[in-house]
């Protein structure tokens, strides 16, 4: 019985770690030939990115990890000589960054009032938020470039700034975490004299604070990597993120892209990293009252 419950944990081990690899390895790999210089990256994997009328590749691809000479080059072009990549960067920050904070805060509010607020009309507009969620942005895109339009929002950050704000998905998510802090704590303070804002800011909040870490987490990775929204509803390229203006690059810069798709990743990893043990727990729903 232990020789197959090693051999079962070895096995699981193994393919965990096989998974682990493969999912890492284009990260890795976009990281590694962001120091390599153009005519490296050419040499490697030049009949991927240029423009034959075949279709496919005729070559073997030589992937490789470790450059013959590392060089900054394409950071000092993307970064200093180009000044576009860079404003196309605080772009997406001026964009993503309101989105999670108002999302964040609207969601805690409405999650609250649905925790609170007992009723049929409440399980009503609860099932029409879950619905909302369900859906795929796509669906959603065409009212919102109606709406935007009417409203006279199109073309600017508004446009995407304020679907955003309002998304249902953190409704959802924290209205399911907050059903699970015992009613006992809230009856507790009301008996101790405490208000409706006492109850949201000193009893809810601090309970959630793992969920709000993995909702904050969740919508910046989402939002940060949109490509629809702005092609759709930002039509003025000096005012889109840097997700879109990537697929711009043209197939004489896979070294720059590389170098920015590096950079770009450096803020959704430093917050993933910082509340990686919050987001777990949040998914999870486990982080409610210990006693």
Known sequence: MKKKRYFGRGAMFLLCAFFAVAFLLPT?????????????INANYGMVFSTTTGGYVSEKV??????????????????????????????????????????VAIASVAAYSFTRWRGKIRSGIFFFYVILMLMPYQVTLVPNYLVSDWLGLLNTRWAIIFPGMFAPFSVFLLTKFMRRIPYSLIE???VDGAGEWDIFTKICLP?????????????FIDYWNMVEQPLILLQDAESQPLSVFLSSINAGEIGLAFAMATVYMIPSLLLFL????????????SGSVKG
């Open 188 to 190: 507790a303070a009301k």
């Open 28 to 40: 890795v790999l976009t990281i590694t030939n962001s120091f390599m210089a153009e005519s490296e």
């Open 207 to 219: 309970q959630c604070r793992s969920a709000l870490y993995s909702i904050a987490i969740l919508v």
């Open 62 to 103: 030589n992937l490789k990890f470790i450059p013959d000479k590392v060089t900054l080059s394409q950071y000092i072009t993307g970064l200093i000589k180009s000044p576009e990549y860079l404003l196309k960067f605080w772009n997406s920050i001026i964009l993503v960054v309101p989105i999670v904070i108002f999302q």
């Open 274 to 285: 910082h509340g990686e043990e919050y987001l777990v727990e949040g998914i999870a729903n």
